[in-house]
């Protein structure tokens, strides 16, 4: 869980800036009602990074940065690098990953506003059409490059300063931890559109490139230093960067890349931007990309980001680009809404309060929502940020933050049921008691194994009903088992050094996909043994004894 350090007088000018609401005294008070846990009010140090113009801010326990998190520079070796760039007042928050929409001081003062009644409802971020375009590379949707999705943006009428510039790589770094799992599934880069070639039909190329193809100037170093242009490979090897994020790319034997109608590298995503487009306080229009593994995911991400720019920049124009896909072309930004159905009373059971239509219908145009009521059921249209409404059940959530948790009145149950185990677990725990009496031994394998380990050792045909994992954490764990067996035959595999007979068996979970339920996937309980034992000790009775009809069907 992150700590945010949020500047003090930028949330409060921007929540502000129609009225005076709040000052500093009534924000530790606002913001634990908003459900936000604050460490302290406290006063930083900005030191800012001459290298890459990052800025980080520093409590003074915490002293001054050793090295660059954004382009490695070490401050030790270079103390020139380095510099104070003023005090501010700060908010440190423990941040939530499901909110990255509020990591931001733009994206936490559109909530805040909302949530303090001054200006509620789905807030419109006009895009404009699209004027430039981005060719994607078949190739990245194969296994030797596997990065197909883009997601990017044009930003018009930029006007950065030390605050703005801050706030973008600090946002920048903490959509990638939230958002992008320290960069695996999603990546951001943000470019000066001044330094690129755009001109052309389709001036941009997200394209694969061999490990030794080319050669760019990664951020940080400075162009026509010696050992400055690097090649894709290289910059893995020898960039601080590229050895932090090398294992993202570890397995490919081609890498992504961003290039402009000239051929010029701008980016090599996940890992590093070129020195070539570096962003400084004299850009004045930016071209933003996001890649990953999932649409889904880089859209989320493009969104937070542009439209925490937005509020902080209110004369920011955005404009859409044209991702052309093999499959066809998209357009994105898209702040499209996702829209809902929320059933009023459902809501006040949950919450335990009586909540008219009107009732609910305002508290979640307090929490950012545009709402439209059909009688006892609203149509909820969720604002193309937020990134943690996935079932209605988070929309009432959101309702009980807007009335306020102490508003609830705590009650005794009026019966008292006491609990008891699951039909289920007392069969399973029946079927251990009988082959424990019958002298098995109980082991429990893992549940998540690949298609190797579940089938192809045993020579066993792969089942299509087999749940896969969609970005597995590694090349073991691909798939959800469906058969206790193959972990019990592995069991003996690694234990047959040891003395005989050996006696194993497990109770456990095995799961299908299955599009008719609503997790798509079904879970079955079974139960497993297996013995190995000496040739002489082997009989017809011992393995019928160990399948009997008597054993419960858990």
Excluded at 127 to 138: E, F, H, Q, T, W
Excluded at 154 to 163: K, P
Excluded at 185 to 204: C, E, M, Q, R, T
Excluded at 340 to 364: H, R
Aim: charged share 25%; hydrophobic share 45%; proline share 6%.
């Amino acid at each position: 869980m992150p700590v945010i350090n949020m500047p003090l007088d930028l949330l409060l000018r921007l929540v502000n800036a129609d009225r005076s609401v709040i000052d500093e005294s009534r924000v530790p008070q606002t913001l634990h009602d908003m459900g936000i846990e604050l460490d302290e009010l406290t006063s930083t140090t900005a030191f800012t990074c001459r290298v890459c113009s990052n800025v980080m801010d520093r409590t003074e326990a915490q002293g001054e940065p050793l090295h660059c998190a954004k382009c490695g520079v070490e401050f030790r070796d270079r103390p020139d690098a380095l510099v104070k760039s003023g005090s501010h007042r700060v908010a440190r928050l423990d941040m939530l990953a499901v909110r990255p929409d509020i990591f931001d001081a733009g994206g936490m003062a559109r909530y805040m506003r909302g949530f303090l009644g001054i200006r509620t409802g789905l807030i419109d971020y006009p895009v404009l059409p699209a004027k430039l375009s981005v060719r994607v590379d078949p190739r990245l949707s194969r296994d030797a490059s596997y990065r197909p999705a883009i997601a990017c943006a044009v930003l018009r009428n930029v006007r950065f300063d030390d605050e703005r510039i801050k706030l973008l790589m600090n946002l920048q770094e903490d959509l990638h931890w939230a958002l992008g799992r320290d960069r695996k599934l999603a990546s951001i880069g943000v470019y000066d559109l001044d330094k690129v070639n755009a001109a052309g039909a389709a001036p941009f190329a997200y394209r694969a490139v061999g490990p030794d193809e080319l050669r760019f100037v990664p951020l940080g170093y400075a162009e026509g230093d010696a050992g400055a242009s690097m090649t894709p490979r290289e910059v893995l090897q020898k960039h601080k960067t590229g050895r932090a994020y090398a294992h993202l790319l570890a397995k490919f034997s081609e890498y992504p890349l961003l290039t402009d109608a000239d051929g010029k590298v701008m980016s090599m995503p996940p890992i590093i931007n070129s020195e070539a487009t570096r962003v400084t306080l004299a850009t004045r229009q930016c071209f933003v990309d996001v890649t990953g593994l999932a649409q889904r995911t880089v859209d989320r991400a493009l969104n937070i980001l542009v439209a925490g720019l937005k509020e902080v920049m209110p004369e920011l124009q955005i404009e859409g680009v044209k991702v052309e896909y093999e499959r066809g072309p998209v357009v994105t930004p898209n702040f499209a809404t996702t829209e809902m159905a929320l059933d009023a009373s459902l809501a006040s059971d949950t919450i335990g309060i009586q909540l008219s239509v009107g009732e609910l219908s305002g508290l979640l145009e307090r929490m950012g929502h545009g709402v439209t009521a059909n009688g006892a059921e609203l149509r909820v249209r969720v604002p193309a940020w937020r990134n943690d409404i996935l079932h209605p059940i988070d929309l009432i959530e959101d309702a009980a933050v807007a009335l306020g948790y102490e508003k609830l009145s705590p009650v005794i149950l009026p019966a008292y049921a006491p609990g008891r185990p699951r039909a289920l677990e007392e069969r399973s725990a029946v079927a251990r008691r009988v082959m424990v009496g019958l002298g098995f031994h109980q082991v429990m394998t893992l549940v998540l194994l690949n298609e190797d380990a579940a089938f192809s050792r045993w020579n066993l045909p792969v089942d299509p009903c087999a749940v896969r994992i969609e970005h597995p954490i590694s090349s073991e764990q691909t798939i959800a088992r469906v058969s206790l067996l193959p972990g019990l035959l592995h069991t003996l595999s690694i234990n047959k050094q040891y003395e005989l007979p050996q006696r194993i068996f497990e109770v456990g979970d095995v799961s299908f996909a299955d599009a008719g339920v609503e997790t798509g996937a079904r879970e079955q309980r079974r139960v497993a043994a297996a013995s190995m034992l000496l040739l002489a000790s082997s009989s017809f009775f011992l393995v019928r004894a160990s399948t009997s009809p008597n054993l419960p069907n858990a």
